[in-house]
């Protein structure tokens, strides 16, 4: 027996509605917008926005990614996906004091390389007599 016409429709529609939600629902987020049932419904062109509380999945990742912006200040505005971890933050530390003691070094060397240049101008200057004090 053959499914019938209308339900294969509905099906159709159904999962085009879902994919244009969660197609949504990734470009809020990518772009740093604050996500919410509201914004993903206009997003998606999904009417009414009760709908969206009945798909688990999706009213789910729309809590989650609601959560993780409430109260994070300007972090809100940085996309999930594109937020530091502990781990990679710890890492631009240790290489950034890495980078700064490098930096430090290298500084050092230079002054005393910019001595020594400077007393041996001097030298040469005193020892040809050309030493004028000013």
Do not use: C
């Not at 016409?5 to 509905?10: G, I, K, Y």
């Not at 809590?63 to 937020?83: E, V």
Request: proline share 4%; net charge positive; hydrophobic share 35%.
């Amino acid at each position: 027996m053959r499914p019938d016409p209308l339900s294969e429709a509905a099906a159709r529609r159904h999962e085009l509605t879902r994919a244009k939600a969660v197609q949504a629902l990734r470009e809020l987020d990518r772009a740093g917008t604050p996500v919410t049932f509201t914004g993903v419904a206009q997003a998606a062109g999904v009417s009414p926005r009760s709908w969206l509380y009945t798909q688990p999945d999706i009213s789910g990742q729309i809590r989650r990614l609601r959560k993780s912006t409430d109260g994070a200040g300007s972090a809100g505005a940085i996309p999930a996906g594109q937020r530091a971890t502990g781990a990679s933050l710890r890492a631009r530390l240790a290489a950034a004091l890495d980078r700064n003691k490098q930096l430090a070094d290298d500084n050092a060397r230079l002054r005393r390389q910019l001595a020594r240049a400077l007393g041996d101008q001097r030298s040469a200057r005193v020892r040809s007599g050309n030493d004028q004090e000013e």
